[in-house]
């Protein structure tokens, strides 16, 4: 006994640390973005472990499916990641459709007038997703402006969704089979070119505005000195972690869905994928902070591409929907992916032939880039885990589903 | 590669530990490995050159129904850099719902199996960290068994409402 | 009696015939109604009377710049700010201050109740305090020690006590994190602080507040802030340095939201909390009118002889200035983490100060006499010193980033 307490005050003298400190950030804490709890072992400012726990927005998304039928799944897919919810609605509807494919007693196909709608609102949606990231992202560095800025843009967004489909936040627009006609605009009506000219209005203001928030933000000497450098995510953590989307393009890794493996109709347009490189002169290295956060501006400016395009063909003719029946897909398993702005959306759906499908997944890409945080947080300090929450940009109604 | 042909390359490295090539059904075809073997598969698609899956997709539980006497855990594999990806089906029995964890060939499978174990029971065997993740520490039950009756009351609260 | 009177409450200093204006005022204009008016023991009482004036003006002033911060914000943000109370929303902080008033005043069970109770009334005196050693103009000026300058670095550095009393008290991680932030913070920054405000008492050779601002009567060259290149560096060092002392962003490390939910003051509600808020932007202005008092003149006008900027009006337009200056910066910057400030303090102000320092005795011995030469040259430095500066930052600037080019 005596001994052990000699060696414990020997070890107390040559430490050099002071005593440990437990801090709880969460689950009410202004930028853990939601409801995530980091239980943080401080000594000082310096973080020796930050332990997430999640959970707290656990609505047994998988468990109420596996009691709706196909089509009432769609509104739940909305509140998972509610801030770009009309790529996962759409996430959901191409693994269905893709099952849908699969039998082949049925002639099943996505009209082509649905695909475009499709593509220009998710791109849209991803504007508006990667503009709140940008503004939350401000904040947690303590710059308050461009989160008004940020969004003042996308409220412009949520009006023109509203104008499509109703709803500003959970839309349940894309349905599966095609979109959902709640507010009816013909082909080639006026309803439908004072839409495509409003896209386009927004286009034109929102286009230069991204180079502003770049001088404002991006530029920003303070910024780029809390970012740079901070919570480097090498490619191999960055693939076995699972990160992907901007996350893994941050890391170096070149690949996007949308060109690699192109699903819907993305193959017909023109973009380029943003991909981060080592800038010795401003100090940014891939991996770091600073390029998934430049990542997300960059993708803004390729979906803004990819809406002009659109634009410039026009909306095709013809129905918004399949004509089918009931969504009844044939018996077997699917796992699909699609580019959320977060990363890849997968969802694996195990269908036995009935309505209802007997397990459905959802591959959340935030949950797996959020098992990064423990690892990238060590040795940090507490303002760097704020810059790494912000920028792997999660939400939580995703994480926990 | 596709599927077929890393069913071969497993058939050839594995024998009969790799149990079939499921193509029946709609959708993804799988590769049906034996419970016990499943780390070392995918320890050999993981380091393999010729194969590199270097990233875990998905990695779920499945249970196919009440009379159904076996839990499926699914791993979905793609390599990015031969962009190949391949799904890999193990079944275990109900009663003994044991699996040797991945989680030290892809980090994500940590949490995912926390997730896979939380929500069905699956004990991962290796696992470091083996927690409830999304539910509190002190639930009991697992929620996606088709066999689940949800409590009455939690701590004191009514569940049902 | 009136004799004890002035040697126990009065400083002696400033009760030399003739430079007191208390006893100026007594002379004047009540000894005619009332002859038999004690004159010593009276200018105590008028002194007391306008100490009285002062503290209870003086709180208006975070009340006005409470609902400026909100406007200026607004301005920044493309909003409007508060609109609904009162015109323009002008009334918007005395509602908020009503609102306060009548919130519940929370006390942690845990913490340390007596800590608790006092920080505020530490941390608001002390941020009052400071204003009694202000010229506000050539009259208005409650005490003009000859140590003015020196007095106010000491009740100013008591504020941090408080700080750390508060976050002590509140039994709570986040506010002690803030608390020692905030000590390690305010106490660094004093150093390059101290420093600067040594290089203006250096040239003046006086502490006292109104002979700073005497020497600067001259106009715009003769402001301490042109009289040499040494002074314009410690002007900025001020600035900066005195940005950090009332934790404001991008120092605003010690209440920043984002990270460490509210600091010190998390745990505190009610009128508690509004005296933290209402003694930030006094500080907010105290500062700011000690830089102007040190550096831009004082209540002294821009022309030698006119009162253009000058007076109080001036005084109090440059202060603001400055005032607007700190929110500009505020809603503008990001934040900075805690190597990063300690570093910019260590590495850089106090090595500048210390330059700051020797440089200006330096200067001091070529120039013994402030004249047009010495002005001239001090001018001429500043100007080149000044496009220099702007070449190598445009070259900076050219270098920010570019978006990335992508690899397809």
Redesign the interface.
């Known amino acids: 006994m005596e001994s052990t307490q000699q060696t414990e005050s020997k070890i107390i003298e040559l430490k050099p640390f002071t005593d440990e400190m437990i801090v709880n950030m969460g689950p009410q804490h202004p930028s853990t973005h939601g409801v995530l709890r980091l239980e943080l072992r401080l000594d000082g400012e310096v973080v020796r472990e930050a332990i997430p726990h999640i959970g707290y927005l656990h609505r047994c998304f998988e468990k109420h499916s596996e009691n709706l039928s196909y089509p009432q799944i769609i509104p739940f897919t909305d509140r998972m990641d509610y801030v770009a919810a009309m790529n996962q609605n759409w996430g959901f509807c191409l693994a269905v459709e893709k099952l849908l494919e699969a039998d082949e007693k049925k002639d099943f196909e996505v009209p082509e007038r649905a695909e475009y709608l499709r593509i220009l609102i998710c791109e849209l949606n991803r504007i508006a997703s990667h503009l709140l990231s940008f503004g939350t992202y401000g904040m947690d560095i303590g710059a308050f402006t461009p989160f008004l800025y940020a969004f003042r843009d996308r409220e412009r967004l949520l009006l023109l969704f509203e104008k499509i489909c109703g709803a500003r936040l959970t839309y349940n627009y894309i349905r599966i089979g095609g979109v959902s006609e709640i507010i009816p605009m013909e082909p080639g009506s006026v309803d439908e070119q004072n839409y495509l000219d409003e896209v386009k209005e927004f286009l034109d203001y929102f286009e230069p505005k991204i180079d502003e928030y770049n001088d404002l933000l991006t530029a920003n000497s303070i910024f780029s000195e809390r970012t740079m450098g901070v919570a480097v995510m090498s490619e191999e953590m960055a693939i076995s972690y699972g990160a992907t989307g901007p996350n893994l393009r941050g890391s170096g890794v070149d690949w996007d869905l949308r060109r690699d493996e192109p699903y819907s109709i993305y193959d017909r347009f023109d973009f380029d994928v943003p991909v981060a490189k080592n800038i010795p002169e401003l100090g940014a290295v891939v991996g770091d902070c600073w390029s998934r956060y430049k990542i997300r501006m960059d993708e803004m400016k390729e979906s803004v591409k990819i809406v002009r395009q659109i634009l410039a063909e026009g909306l095709p003719d013809g129905p918004v929907m399949a004509e089918m029946k009931a969504v009844r897909p044939p018996k077997g398993e699917i796992y699909f992916r699609s580019e959320a702005p977060r990363g890849e959306l997968g969802f694996y759906i195990v269908s036995d032939g009935t309505p209802k499908p007997v397990r459905v997944k959802g591959r959340s890409p935030c949950f797996s880039a959020l098992s990064a945080l423990q690892e990238l947080s060590r040795g940090l300090m507490v303002a760097d885990i704020i810059a790494i929450i912000g920028s792997i940009d999660i939400v939580m109604g995703e994480v926990d589903r | 590669m596709n599927p077929e042909e890393i069913y071969k390359t497993l058939i050839d490295r594995f024998g009969n530990t790799v149990l079939g090539f499921d193509t029946e059904?709609?959708?993804?075809p799988?590769i049906q490995i034996a419970p016990a073997a499943i780390a070392n598969v995918c320890q050999y698609l993981a380091e393999t050159d010729s194969l590199a899956f270097?990233?875990?997709?998905?990695l779920?539980g499945?249970?196919?129904?009440t009379k159904d006497e076996e839990f499926s855990v699914?791993y979905?594999l793609h390599s990015?850099r031969h962009?190949h990806s391949v799904?890999l089906k193990t079944t275990i029995p109900k009663t003994d719902a044991h699996l040797p964890t991945v989680s030290h060939i892809?980090?994500?499978a940590?949490?995912?199996e926390r997730?896979t174990y939380d929500?069905y029971g699956i004990f991962f065997e290796g696992h470091t960290d083996l927690r409830?993740?999304?539910?509190?520490d002190d639930w009991e039950g697992y929620?996606?068994r088709k066999d689940y009756m949800e409590p009455d009351f939690y701590r004191g609260m009514r569940v049902p409402y | 009696m009136s004799e004890i009177l002035s040697e126990s409450f009065l400083p002696k200093i400033n009760l030399q015939e003739g430079t007191n204006w208390a006893i100026d005022f007594v002379k004047k204009t009540i000894l005619p109604i009332f002859p038999d008016f004690p004159v010593q023991s009276g200018s105590v009482l008028v002194m007391l009377a306008c100490a009285g004036i002062f503290v209870a003006v003086v709180p208006l002033l975070p009340l006005v710049l409470v609902l400026a911060e909100r406007k200026v914000a607004a301005r920044f943000q493309n909003r409007t700010g508060p609109m609904r109370v009162g015109p323009w929303g002008t009334l918007q902080t005395l509602a908020d201050g009503i609102k306060l008033i009548f919130k519940e005043d929370y006390i942690p069970p845990q913490g340390d109740k007596l800590l608790f109770l006092l920080a505020p009334y530490v941390i608001f005196a002390c941020s009052f305090a400071v204003f009694a050693a202000i010229p506000f103009s050539q009259k208005i000026i409650v005490s003009d020690f000859n140590i003015g300058i020196f007095y106010i670095m000491a009740i100013s550095s008591v504020i941090v006590m408080g700080v750390i009393m508060a976050g002590w008290s509140s039994n709570s991680k986040w506010s002690l994190l803030g608390s020692l932030r905030s000590a390690a913070q305010i106490v660094s920054y004093e150093i390059p602080l101290g420093l600067s405000i040594l290089t203006v008492v250096m040239l003046v050779q006086s502490l006292s507040m109104s002979e700073i601002v005497g020497s600067q009567d001259g106009g715009i060259f003769t402001w301490l802030i042109f009289r040499s290149p040494f002074t314009f560096i410690a002007f900025f060092i001020f600035f900066i340095s005195s940005i950090a002392e009332v934790n404001r962003t991008p120092f605003d490390l010690p209440e920043a939201e984002s990270e460490i939910v509210a600091g010190f003051h998390t745990e505190y509600s009610g009128m508690r909390f509004a005296l933290f808020f209402i003694a930030e932007y006094a500080n907010m202005f105290a500062v700011s009118a000690i830089g102007v008092t040190l550096f831009l003149g004082g209540y002294e006008g821009i022309l030698p002889g006119y009162d253009f900027l000058g007076g109080l009006p001036g005084f109090v337009i440059k202060s603001l200035g400055l005032v607007f200056v700190m929110m500009w910066l505020r809603w503008t910057l990001p934040r900075l983490r805690v190597d990063q400030l300690m570093n910019l303090c260590w590495k850089y102000f106090i090595p500048i100060s210390f330059f700051n320092i020797l440089g200006t005795g330096v200067w001091g011995l070529i120039f013994r006499n402030d004249d047009v030469w010495s002005i001239g040259i001090s001018c001429a430095i500043i100007y080149v010193g000044l496009i220099g500066a702007y070449t190598v930052a445009g070259r900076n600037l050219a270098r920010k980033p570019e978006p990335q080019p992508s690899s397809v």
């Open positions: 059904l709609a959708g993804d799988n270097n990233s875990l997709m998905c779920s499945v249970d196919m129904g699914v979905h990015l962009r799904v892809w980090k994500t940590d949490w995912h997730e929500l409830r993740i999304l539910l509190p929620p996606l």
